[in-house]
Each structure stands twice: as C-alpha cells, then as structure tokens.
C-alpha cells in the first residue's frame, strides 16, 4: 500500500521525503511489537526496513524456511527455536536446521535450543565453528548432547556468558575445563542434573571463570562440600544465585564458606541438604543481611526456629523463603514481631509439612508480612482453611493462601524458588 499524495500543490509522497534512517528512527519509536508489525505492512520499503532491524525472531521451521528467515531477517541476534516439553514433535530441530543457523545468522548472540532432543554433537559443533559472536545458548534437556560439542561451543565461543545445559546427563567434568580454558567471561551456568559432575569440575571451572554470577548445579550428587567451598572463595566478589537442590554431600562446610565469602549473594537453593544446621544459616543470615533475597531451604531437616528467626529479623530484603518439611519450625519462629513493630519485605512463605505451625503462628505472620502474596501451609495439620475461619484470620488482600493441592506455576516468578 502506497502513502496518499498530500492536498494542494507541491504535495509529496511519504517515502520521497523520508530516507532509510529517518524510518528507522520512526520504527524505533513504536512500542508494542503489533506496531511494529504494522510498519511492515505499509510497502514493500517499510517491510524491507522492519525486517532489517528485527533482533529477536522465535520459529519453529525447517532448513528451507529458515534460510529464507536468515535472508529476511539479517540482524537478528536473537534467535528461539525451543520446544515446548509437553507438545514437542520429535525430532523436531535436527542438525541439518543448526547448519543452517550456523551459516545464516552471522551475528548471532543468544540461540535457545531448550528440549530440541533430536538435536546431536554433529549439529552444536557447527555452532561453535561458525557462530563467534554467540554469549548465550541454552540447549536445556538436550539429551544426546556430550563434551565433543559443547566443548567445540567452548573453543569456538570465547564471549560466551550464559550456558545452560540442564539435562545433559552425558556432561562430565571435561567441559568444565574446556570452559574455565576458554570462556574466561562466562558468568551463568545452569548444569542441573548433569550428574556426571564432581567437585574437582566445579572446583576447574572457579579457576578460570572469576566472574561468575550464577551456578546451578542441584541434583549433582557427585559435588559436595570441596567444590562449593572452593567456588565460593574464587567467585565471591561475583556470585549471586547459588542452587544446590538436592546436593547431599553439601552441608554446613558449604553454607559457612558462602557466608565468609559471598556477601552479595541474593539466591539460594538448599532444599534436600539434610546436613545444612542452624550455625551456618544464622552465619550466612548475618553476612547477607543486606544482600539474600530468595532462599528455599525446604527438607533440611536440622533447621529449626533460630535459623527462621534469624533470617526474617536480620535479612530486610527477603522476599521469598521455603522451609517445607522442616519438621522442627514451631509458632515460635514468627513470635513478638508483630509486637515490635516489625515490618518484613516477604511476599512468598511455604511452610508446607511444617506439623508444628499452628494458626497462632500464621497470625503473627500475616501481622508482620503486609506484602505477602503467597503462603503455603499444606499439610500443615493444625492449620486448615477452617481454623482460619474460626480463629478470624483476616489475610492480605492480595494474598493467596494455599491450604491443599498445589499454587499453579503462573502464580509463582519463574526464578524465585527453583
């Protein structure tokens, strides 16, 4: 569709009075992708123009359609083609698709391959070949992966700063040092489940990559207290989200070292660590104080009050905490703060198979947490929606209690527990 002349005499059309620039800088005005969209749909110019600037682009297509995609589209920098867990076509992308990516998207910076299982090393080797530029590739739960294509990934990629490889059950300790070799910049690694990890791969990875800001390494059951303690005296200037769900060789060696070390820690994931006790937990509620966030500690089974206590008094901008099945947290841990005046940031509290916690306690909390938005008191026997009813419990407004079954994920932040 061409621009209407304007009225009267010397009238011109849109597209001779503008350049290139003077539209793109118009495109760079619009908001809402439908805007921008729309821009394309004026001529053929403006959809040329729309399609030069696009940086993001999610597909699902084959090599045929996405070579057309890399003509269409070539400054795009961030290119999605996962696939949904649940509705996931098998083979879905296959290696001949990430040839293509290879040779069609020069400049590429983030690749999302999340549960593309008919992906292979022949196919992650090609990436790491031909794609310098790439800082993020997240190929989660990609089952066939090894070290002989990450570690063409590690070689190839040197500005490479996220790597996810949740999943990847066939990761060793190789890639780490492949990694802490080459990627002196890498700041996140997601590695859960990657079973084959021990502490001397952690411990490799802390010496070259000083700059980390993320681990999550839960359900590395081979990695325990050596591993962490090392990672957190080189990484600790850096390091804010540590996850250790379901390490059982991490205990209190662990949680003491980050402690003295990590002071700007804001995430951290115990939950299963049957070893962790209160006299590293109040150490670590003492040094971030000023720091700590999130923290889930559910089935450390040595936590009791103090621990709690502790953490709701001392952390100020804790907002989320999980202490499910922690058998020994009583009312106790929420008592006088209402009385003191006291006043916490929290807005997600499980208290889940906390058998102890009686409605007395979940008053005192709904007291002092004017900002909680979710509590989770299944299982808890002596609280139950009756009770609350009976005893006159009044909870916030926007707060949404969960007394049986499970909160829906939309209502929990993706990153806040897990």
């Not at 990436?127 to 800082?135: A, E, I, T, V």
């Not at 990609?142 to 294509?149: H, N, T, V």
């Not at 937990?281 to 559910?298: G, H, Q």
């Not at 905490?321 to 009312?331: A, L, R």
């Amino acid at each position: 569709m061409s621009a209407t002349p304007s009225s009267g005499a010397g009238g011109a059309l849109i597209n001779d009075v503008l350049t290139d620039d003077e539209l793109r800088g118009v495109l760079a005005r619009l908001g809402p992708e439908a805007e921008r969209d729309a821009f394309g749909l004026v001529c053929r110019r403006w959809l040329r123009i729309q399609s030069s600037e696009r940086r993001l682009l999610r597909a699902r297509a084959g090599p045929a359609m996405l070579r057309r995609m890399a003509a269409r589209f070539p400054g795009v920098l961030d290119l999605d083609l996962s696939q949904s867990p649940s509705r996931s076509f098998y083979p879905g992308v296959i290696d001949d698709d990430l040839d293509v990516v290879a040779g069609g998207f020069r400049n590429l910076r983030v690749l999302a391959l999340q549960n593309c299982k008919g992906i292979t090393d022949v196919g992650i080797v090609k990436l790491g070949d031909r794609l310098p530029s790439l800082q993020s590739l997240d190929v989660s739960h990609c089952r066939k992966l090894s070290d002989r294509g990450l570690k063409a990934v590690a070689l190839g990629c040197q500005n490479l700063r996220q790597l996810l490889i949740t999943g990847c059950r066939l990761i060793t300790d190789n890639l780490l040092t492949a990694l802490s070799k080459n990627c002196l910049h890498l700041e996140d690694l997601g590695a859960a489940g990657c079973s084959c990890l021990t502490d001397a791969g952690i411990s490799v990875l802390a010496d070259g990559c000083h700059n980390m800001k993320a681990l999550d390494i839960s359900k590395c059951n081979k990695v325990g207290d050596p591993g962490v303690c090392k990672f957190a005296e080189v990484c600790s200037s850096s390091l804010v989200s540590i996850k250790l769900l379901d390490c059982n060789k991490v205990g209190d060696k662990s949680i003491q070292a980050l402690a003295n070390f990590c002071h700007n820690l804001q995430t951290l994931v115990i939950g299963g660590c049957r070893d962790v006790s209160d006299e590293s937990v109040e150490a670590l509620a003492l040094s971030c104080c000023n720091s700590l966030k999130s923290l889930r500690m559910d089935w450390c089974l040595k936590i009791t009050d103090s621990s709690l206590r502790s953490l709701l008094w001392k952390c100020k901008l804790l907002v989320a905490i999980d202490v499910g099945c922690c058998d020994q947290i009583t009312d106790a841990a929420f008592q006088d703060m209402e009385a003191s005046g006291f006043q916490s940031e929290l807005r997600f509290l499980k208290i889940s198979s906390c058998v102890r916690v009686t409605v007395a306690g979940v008053r005192n909390v709904i007291e002092s947490c004017r900002a909680l938005e979710h509590l989770d008191v299944r299982s808890c026997p002596q609280v139950t929606r009756q009770s609350c009813e009976q005893a006159g419990l009044q909870f916030p407004g926007s707060c949404k209690v969960n007394f049986e079954g499970s909160l829906s994920e939309p209502d929990l932040p993706v990153d806040i527990f897990f």
